[in-house]
Nanobody, 121 residues
Framework: QVQLVESGGGLVQPGGSLRLSCAAS????????MGWYRQAPGKERELVAG???????NYADSAKGRFTISRDYAKNTVHLWMNSLKPEDTAVYYC???????????????WGQGTQVTVSS
């Protein structure tokens, strides 16, 4: 099995910054994608930023220019730096990864438990 453990959420004032981190562990053979999603109350979960192992990182339009995603391939971790935060960024942020394990032939999506980000004065 694979576990994704997130950290770094919290309360921040508008215009502030936060860094989210996610570490994957378990019977990992390879990870083809790591990314961050978010879900605000009453809304669907949406991709915020994605970092495929091959290919370019991608961002939601709302995150472009303010958020930066990066991966540490040696540590199976992904970080999301969030700057110039706005109240509309308030949501539960979820880490996700496409992982091939020693029991699977194909990548399978795994999710973290979620971390709350609240932007408010």
């Amino acid at each position: 099995q694979v576990q994704l453990v997130e950290s770094g959420g919290g309360l921040v004032q508008p215009g502030g910054s936060l860094r989210l981190s996610c570490a994957a562990s378990g019977s990992i053979v390879s990870i083809s994608f790591m990314g961050w999603y978010r879900q605000a109350p009453g809304k669907e979960r949406e991709l915020v930023a994605g970092a495929p192992t091959t290919g370019r990182t991608n961002y939601a339009d709302s995150a472009k220019g303010r958020f930066t995603i990066s991966r540490d391939y040696a540590k199976n971790t992904v970080h999301l730096w969030m700057n110039s935060l706005k109240p509309e960024d308030t949501a539960v942020y979820y880490c996700s990864a496409l992982v091939t394990t020693n029991r699977s032939f194909h990548p399978y999506p795994y999710w973290g438990q979620g971390t709350q980000v609240t932007v408010s004065s």
